[in-house]
């Protein structure tokens, strides 16, 4: 069944970096889009970035481009997020998601997500 395992948030003050992964398994994942969603406190899911199976097709949402880069290393199956200057706002859990094209708005959680990783940005 699909397995998808976020790791390496943290607790991070304005300006800084973070590095999030995601394993997954289950899927055909060279032919899947990988995206990240996020879900702040008492909102709902945000989409914020997507890539394509072979990496070369990338969408970020506007309050983070320039900031966040996403990234794929197909023969691991994982799917990276690294986010830069992060601010407060950015402050929820993000969630990978497979996708079979590009989707930015409407998410829903499926049943087989992870629980997501906890990015807090405070001073």
């Known amino acids: 069944q699909v397995q998808l395992v976020e790791s390496g948030g943290g607790l991070v003050q304005p300006g800084g970096s973070l590095r999030l992964s995601c394993a997954a398994s289950?899927?055909?994942?060279?032919?899947?889009?990988m995206n990240w969603v996020r879900q702040a406190p008492g909102k709902g899911l945000e989409w914020v970035s997507g890539i394509n199976g072979g990496g070369s097709i990338t969408y970020h949402t506007r309050s983070v481009k320039g900031r966040f880069t996403i990234s794929i290393d197909n023969a691991k199956n994982t799917v990276y997020l690294q986010m830069n200057s992060l601010k407060p706002e950015d402050t929820a859990v993000y969630y990978c998601a497979n996708s079979r094209t590009l989707v930015t708005t409407g998410w829903v959680r499926a049943d087989y997500w992870g629980q997501g990783t906890q990015v807090t940005v405070s001073s």
């Open positions: 289950g899927f055909t994942f060279s032919t899947s889009w």
